[in-house]
Every structure is written in structure tokens, then in C-alpha cells.
């Protein structure tokens, strides 16, 4: 589907089957000289014909082409190789370029990780072979552009200012369009749906960056979010307020979880709410466990980070406890 949201910015919705996300939103300014694609999909054909076919609906040139990639995950970043040509400028976030480029070390860490904090070996190897971010990355190596918190795109008449708003990722970027008063979002804030904020490192507390990263836009001057997912919304204020409620509610259920007793992060993951079509944790695919471990993963090092949870780390196991 390819909607025109304001003069010369439109929407394409791509859809990522079997995905719980149901489909992504790649948006694209043109203007007389070149056009701007911001997040294109997975790497995977249904993606790409669905944005090629909308790319040609709208008289796209991609030898005219550059590309914003919000964050690294597979559905925002996932076909730039494949439309991507020698002439298009792709621009990227410092901190996560590097790794992007050499994916296999980082699910070798990701599994290491998950392994210390109690993740079931059987499920933990299913999870990772099934993974969309390894499934779906990125082919080929992508000479990047970086930009970092200040800098703009101007594309026809939209001038856009980068914004780094890490949390979801480390390097996550939105654009802000002060005078049209438009924020793309890629997966910073969303409206139906909740980020997926999640730690497969000690070194990093991404539910704390997150939450201030909320609170640096909160009183950007907003009229319409253009978000990586679902409808685009306003009211980006009220958003933020729900989604610091949603991670305070979470934070303390894992407290509560851990009145009972110590437990390694698979076990408070599987004790956990979601809001899922599944009866159980038992009945969770092992790809949707990983998920959710990473959130509460997340939840324990903010909590620990507030001195609220603290950590006994053995020689095979990390367990969490209340701190006394």
C-alpha cells in the first residue's frame, strides 16, 4: 500500500510475513533531483517486491536514490544492498555500523550471553537459527554515510535533523522536521504496539537510555509521528507517558517476581505477562522466548542499575535477587 502522507512524502507499507509485526513503514520524500528512502524491509523477496513495485509507482529513480536507515534490525535495513547503487549515499548511526557489517560475531556473543543467564541450550540454538535479524540481514557489505545528533537532510522541501535516540538499539536515529513539526520515529515510539527494548550485553542498560531518550523528545513541538510500525499518530506526549508506564508496570512485576526468590533472567522471562496468542510459556516458540528474555534482561539491569536488584554471578550462572 502506497499512501502520500504530506506533498512529496509518502508511505509504503511493506509486509513482513509471519512476523507479529505485521509489516513495516518505509517512507519516501521525492524531489527533482533525488529522492530519500527512509527503512526498506527485510532482505527477503516478498519485502522487496512490494517496495520495488511501490518505488516505480512513484516514478522512484533509485540512480537518484539515497537512503536513511533508522537502526540496524533486519526489517528497517535489511534490502539496501539490493536497491542501493553506486550513486546513493546511505546514511547510518556511528555505533552500530561497524557491527552491522560483521554480523556473525554479535549472534556469537548473543549466544554466549544468553547461555550465562539461563537460556535452555536447545531452545537457545533455535532461537538464533530462526532469528529474522540473522535470517533476513543485510547480503553484501554497505559503505555508510554516518551522521550523528545535529545533523541534517535536506530533501526538496523538508529539512530533516538527526536525533539520537538510543534504547531499542544503541545507535538508534529519528529525523526531526522542526518546521513541518513531523518526527519519524523508526522504532523509538510506536502507538498500538511497545518497542522491544532488550540487553544481550553487561556493558549496556538500554531500558535506561530508552526512557531518557523519551524524555529528550517529549517536548519536541510534534504534530504528526511517523513511526516504523503500525498508524502514524499524534499526541507523541501521550505516547511517551504510556509507554514509561508500560516499563514502570514492568519493572515492577519483576520486582514481585523476585520477592519469591532468586532467579536467572530465563526464569523471571518466564514468569513474566506478555501479551501474546499463547496459552503458556511452554507453548512460547523458542524465537518469541528469546524476545522476551532480552526484555527482562533489560527490566533486571535497569532495576540492579537503580540498586534495586543485584546480581551473584558463579562460574556457569548469573541469578538475580532482591537487594537487601
Given amino acids: 500500500m502506497t499512501e502520500e502522507i504530506l506533498p512529496n512524502l509518502y508511505r509504503i507499507e511493506v509486509p513482513l510475513p509471519r512476523n507479529p509485526l505485521q509489516a513495516i513503514n518505509s517512507y519516501v520524500i521525492k524531489d527533482g533531483n533525488r529522492s530519500l528512502v527512509i527503512d526498506t524491509g527485510m532482505n527477503r523477496e516478498e519485502c522487496l517486491s512490494v517496495l520495488s513495485s511501490g518505488l516505480k509507482e512513484l516514478g522512484v529513480d533509485l540512480k537518484k536514490t539515497d537512503f536513511f536507515i533508522t537502526h540496524v534490525h533486519s526489517d528497517h535495513m535489511g534490502l539496501v544492498p539490493s536497491l542501493a547503487t553506486d550513486t546513493s549515499i546511505v ?30 541450550e536447545d531452545e537457545r540454538k533455535k532461537a538464533i537459527e530462526n532469528h529474522p535479524g540473522r535470517k533476513y540481514s543485510p547480503q553484501g557489505h554497505i559503505d555508510f554515510h554516518i551522521l550523528q545528533e545535529g545533523d541534517t537532510i535536506r530533501i526538496g522541501d523538508y529539512l530533516f535533523s538527526c536525533i539520537e535516540t538510543p534504547g531499542h538499539t544503541r545507535g538508534h536515529m529519528c529525523l526531526y522536521e522542526s518546521r513541518k513539526k513531523l518526527l519519524v520515529s523508526g522504532d523509538h515510539i510506536l502507538i498500538d ?19 531518557n531518550s523519551l524524555d529528550k523528545v517529549y517536548n519536541f513541538d510534534i504534530k504528526l509521528v511517523l513511526p516504523g510500525h503500525r498508524r502514524l499518530f499524534k499526541n507523541h506526549r501521550e505516547r511517551i507517558t504510556e509507554l514509561k508506564q508500560h516499563h514502570q508496570e514492568r519493572a515492577d512485576e519483576v520486582l514481585s517476581i523476585l520477592e519469591a526468590g532468586k532467579k536467572n533472567a530465563f526464569q523471571v522471562a518466564s514468569l513474566m505477562t506478555w501479551d501474546m496468542t499463547y496459552k503458556s510459556w511452554e507453548q512460547f516458540p523458542p524465537q518469541q522466548k528469546w524476545f522476551a528474555f532480552g526484555e527482562a534482561e533489560a527490566h533486571l539491569k535497569y532495576l540492579e542499575g537503580k540498586g534495586e536488584v543485584e546480581r551473584l554471578t558463579g562460574e556457569q550462572e548469573v541469578i538475580f535477587s532482591l537487594k537487601n
Wanted: proline share 10%; hydrophobic share 25%.
Fill in 91 to 120: 546514511y547510518f548511526n556511528r555505533p552500530e555500523a561497524s557491527s552491522s557489517n560483521k554480523p556473525g560475531s554479535s549472534w556469537q556473543r548473543n549466544d554466549e550471553f544468553a547461555a550465562k543467564h539461563g537460556f535452555p
Fill in 193 to 211: 504496539i511497545t518497542p522491544n527494548i532488550s540487553l544481550t550485553s553487561d556493558d549496556e542498560n538500554p531500558l535506561n537510555d530508552y526512557l
